[in-house]
């Protein structure tokens, strides 16, 4: 799995500078989107406005010079990415909390200081990502527990017509998400070291190498599984996700578009059955098509929230009506699936692409870490990491925006939503950490005389 | 692994490059449409906080937004609701009609006229005003048409409309029975759409505007169409002697069905009568021999450039289209001449004719929206008279004008004479059509008839407690259509 000599010679460097000015940056647009709302609801900045940018600060300060001591050589660009999304998130949470007098964003502060907390604990615990790979199947059991727990009566929840929370006391949370990091994990171990088995054995068939059938047991129980969170959990969007992760990690470890043949088949096997058995995909898809009929009490409201959201992100055209100046609150439940509807109507298109691309940033530089990464755990992992977030802002923008049917995911760092900005801050702790391993400078072989004499090499890292 | 890498971040970066074109297209390119769904309650809402602009007549509000002290911060209101409903319309959290929809865009400043000003507003940072809107409607006049009208009867079923014949300005349009917009205003929104419903399904459907939506046989009065288009054909003038008698058989029947008679009025009874008289008393035999001698085809031709089949209002809407048949046979061809068969005309057409004979027979585009203003009184943009149509020639119209003054002064169109001005006019009374239920009563008249300032057109759906034998055009219509002229020309 060692790169080539280019690489090799090639020293990155820690550029933890240009993190830091970025960082500022990302706390301009948190600070300033949070002010604005201020200005554009009640014509004042908002009282606490040094308090809150303090604490964001804070926040942000922390997490950098914890990235610089443990991380030094880890991605510049996606702790400042992470922390603008945050930022504008709360501030577009705030907006719609002044609408609606709920108290969202004092909640969501919290669970971003959570989210930070676990993420420095994450880079100062795991000092090598390699370490994962001994829980390669404790992970994957940890998954299945999670995915099943909102089945257990009297802890799980049906919220929306989607059984995927849990109540344990007064806190409450998507085990999807957190089940989606250890997939990761348990898929990158897997299939790391059942690769070439997968890889070599097979046979070709119109050009295609197809699978031998014995190696088709991992790919039809992760299909399952999948399947499963549908059926019994009917969340679409989970299941959609899962599945696609483990395809591209499938696809990546054994390098046979084969596989991604096989993966569609299933997919979409998977979906006709889906829409002929289950009514809440039938909905989803007629709403889909045909959303302004199902707009109406009458017609049971059932696409209300997806067609004021278009009617929002239309109003809001190229720039947007403002912060505070629009009415995202007549799209229910704004805060979480729907943030984009607001920030569409809000910041206008504008503000749209500036978001997606911010997205592109993050699933861009997890693939560079995993281009550069020298092992293949470190690789499948980092793929697996930014294929995750690339697939659930796909599934989730693309259903706010009438692209796809709407499925139900939040959107990462922006949505409402505590066990979601946990996840993800730990993730993108993870992609830090392989891109640190990926990007600190070679191990040197050291040839001095005393080393000679040995049998063996001793390999120092810098 | 790296080549399935490059290749993954390839189909990712196409899934965010949809998620881009999307978001262009919902945002820039539908946008449009989008805001102008009707589901669509944020345009109106926005609209409902905003100081929509005044509707103007002669200076006055007759729409106007006044602070509110609840969340909209406006309230629409009428001053002079019931007289100037069918107009104005109104503007409900709803929906709107009139005036309000058909110059939305001016009086809410959406308007690109009003782009410089919502620029201002903009580095002022003021909230934007709408446009202001200055109607062609002549108070006097629509005070005379309404009051005059309503004077018939509390439950009276009819619509007035007056034209200013050299330009199309429309002076007066009434419409009864009506209804009060300031209760579909209402911020109240249970009770707009109490009243609304209430309103929507009165069987006396007061929400019609009966000046352009209603359309309905215009009996006698179209005998000035057929006169036109017997005068243009060049075997007649003023003078001539015309046939007539007391019944006329249509061609192609037989026995009662195919008679026609003139209802009475002996002065149509000899063979032949001078033009003069068949006006006067609306001889039907006379005039159902006209339209037969110019044929289907040329009263087709002369409905039409009179302005029958054709929509030319564009500043009220929905416009109920006036009807002339295409096709007919010798005795439906007979019926027409007296404006029977599928003959149907809005009042707002019939005060056309009248205008256009008195506009030496050019027809104008009759126009409601004079001016329309920024919130700061600049003219932004002023209506133009334009010509709708050349319906028949000078000298036609002034032979016609000679037979309509004639019936004011000796026949049936009496009621409306004035003193020392010569006045044009023709009465109406059409069949309903229906078993049972009374004529419609018609006048359609202009004055001075040597230099015409107004042409009015009144119709009367039906009187309650009137039976058939007092519905008259000339009775009826006559005194209300001459308030309209005297408001006017005095």
């Given at each position: 799995m060692s790169q080539s000599g280019v690489i090799m010679e090639f020293v990155h460097r820690r550029r933890r500078g240009a993190e830091l000015f970025l960082l500022v940056l990302a706390l301009a647009v948190g600070v300033g989107a949070y002010a604005a709302v201020g200005l554009g609801v009640d014509e004042e900045v908002p009282a606490d406005i040094i308090g809150y940018g303090g604490w964001l600060a804070a926040l942000v300060v922390v997490a950098h010079v914890v990235v610089r001591f443990v991380a030094p050589y880890a991605d510049p660009v996606l702790l400042p990415v992470v922390a603008a999304l945050n930022g504008l998130g709360l501030a577009v949470i705030r907006r719609l909390d002044l609408a609606e007098d709920t108290t969202f964003a004092r909640q969501q502060l919290t669970w971003m200081t959570v989210g930070v907390a676990l993420f420095v604990l994450t880079l100062l615990l795991l000092r090598d990502h390699r370490v994962l790979q001994r829980f390669t199947y404790t992970s994957g059991l940890a998954a299945l527990i999670l995915l099943l727990l909102p089945l257990v009566p009297g802890i799980g929840t049906d919220i929306n017509g989607a059984q995927i929370w849990i109540h344990a006391g007064p806190f409450s949370f998507q085990p999807g998400e957190i089940a989606k990091l250890l997939l990761v994990v348990t898929f990158a171990g897997y299939l790391v070291l059942h690769r070439d088995a997968l890889a070599l054995a097979g046979r070709r068939v119109l050009f295609v190498d197809l699978p031998r059938g014995r190696d088709l047991g991992p790919i039809l129980l992760m299909w399952l599984v999948s399947l499963g969170v549908l059926v019994f959990e009917t969340d679409l969007g989970s299941s959609l996700l899962f599945f696609g992760l483990f395809l591209i990690m499938l696809y990546v470890s054994t390098e046979r578009a084969g596989w991604l043949i096989v993966g569609t088949v299933l997919f979409l096997a998977g979906a006709m059955a889906a829409y002929r058995v289950e009514s809440h995909v039938q909905v989803r898809v007629d709403t889909w098509l045909h959303p302004f009929d199902y707009y109406s009490d009458a017609s049971g409201g059932k696409s209300f929230q997806l067609v004021e959201s278009m009617f929002g992100m239309g109003w809001g055209g190229l720039l947007g009506r403002g912060l505070g100046l629009?009415?995202?609150?007549?799209?229910?439940?704004?805060?979480?699936?729907f943030i984009m509807g607001a920030i569409g109507e809000e910041l206008g298109l504008t503000g749209m692409i500036a978001v997606i691309l911010l997205y592109g940033l993050i699933v861009e530089r997890a693939f560079r870490a995993s281009l550069i990464c020298r092992d293949g755990f470190g690789k499948l992992v980092a793929v697996g990491l930014g294929g995750v977030v690339a697939l659930q802002v796909f599934v989730v923008i693309g259903g706010v925006t009438r692209l796809i049917p709407l499925t139900g995911l939040t959107t990462p760092f922006?949505?409402?939503?505590g066990s979601s900005l946990v996840a993800n801050w730990v993730l993108v702790a993870l992609l830090l950490r392989i891109s640190d391993h990926a990007r600190r400078p070679a191990p040197m072989l050291v040839t001095d005389d005393e080393a000679d004499m040995e049998t063996t090499q001793v390999v120092k890292m810098a | 692994m790296n080549k399935p890498i490059r290749t993954i971040s390839i189909f990712c970066m196409l899934l965010f490059i949809a998620l881009m074109v999307n978001a262009t297209y919902l945002q820039y390119w539908q946008s449009d449409a989008l805001d102008k769904n009707p589901l669509n309650r944020r345009i109106i809402q926005e609209a409902f906080s905003r100081e929509r602009g005044a509707i103007l007549v002669d200076g006055k509000p007759v729409a106007v937004s006044n602070e509110s002290d609840?969340?909209?911060k406006w309230q629409r209101t009428y001053p002079l609701p019931y007289k100037y409903a069918p107009v104005t319309g109104w503007f409900s959290y709803y929906s709107q009609t009139g005036v309000e929809q058909s110059q939305n865009d001016v009086l809410s400043g959406d308007d690109s006229r009003l782009f410089v000003t919502r620029l201002v507003d903009l580095v002022n940072g003021n909230q934007t005003k709408g446009g202001r809107v200055s109607l062609t409607i002549d108070p006097d006049a629509q005070n005379a048409a309404f009051d005059g009208l309503s004077a018939l009867g509390p439950d009276v079923q009819g619509a007035v409309v007056a034209l200013e014949p050299t330009t199309g300005k429309i002076l007066a349009m009434v419409s009864l029975p009506t209804y009060d917009p300031n209760k579909l205003a209402s911020h109240d929104f249970s009770s707009v759409s109490q009243t609304y419903d209430q309103l929507n399904e009165d069987p006396a459907k007061p929400l019609l505007n009966r000046a352009i939506q209603t359309t309905l046989p215009p009996g006698s009065t179209f005998k000035l169409v057929t006169a036109a288009a017997a005068i243009e054909s060049g075997n007649w003038d003023a003078s001539s002697q015309v046939p007539a008698g007391a019944t006329y058989q249509l061609p192609e029947t037989r026995g009662d069905t195919g008679l026609i008679d003139n209802e009475g009025r002996y002065q149509c009874d000899p063979k032949r009568i001078s033009f003069e008289t068949a006006m006067e008393w609306s001889c039907n035999t006379t005039f159902a021999q006209l339209a037969i001698e110019v044929g289907a085809e040329g009263m087709y031709h002369q409905a039409e450039a009179f302005g029958f089949n054709d929509h030319y209002l564009d500043d009220l809407g929905p416009q109920a289209e006036s009807a002339f048949p295409a096709g007919t046979n010798k005795p439906q061809t007979g019926q027409t001449g007296f404006g029977q068969f599928d003959v149907r005309a809005t009042p707002l057409q019939m005060a056309m004719v009248a205008a256009g004979i008195a506009n030496g027979g050019t027809v104008m585009k009759p126009y409601l929206v004079d001016e329309v203003q920024s919130a700061d009184l600049q003219t932004l943009d002023k209506t133009e008279p334009s010509e709708l149509?050349?319906?028949?020639?000078p000298t036609t119209a002034n032979e016609l004008t000679k037979l309509m003054v004639a019936t004011v002064n000796e026949g049936t169109a009496s009621p409306a004479a004035m003193d020392g001005i010569e006045v044009a006019g023709k009465t109406g009374t059409a069949q309903s059509g229906v078993e049972g239920k009374p004529p419609y009563a018609w006048f359609v008249s202009f004055a001075p008839a040597d230099d015409p300032q107004v042409a009015v057109a009144v119709m009367i759906e039906s009187v309650p407690g009137k039976d058939t034998s007092e519905i008259a055009g000339g009775a009826l219509g006559g005194p209300i259509a001459k308030a309209v002229m005297e408001a006017v020309i005095r």
């Open positions: 629009g009415m995202p609150d007549r799209i229910p439940r704004a805060e979480s699936d922006l949505s409402y939503g | 609840d969340e909209y149509s050349r319906a028949v020639s």
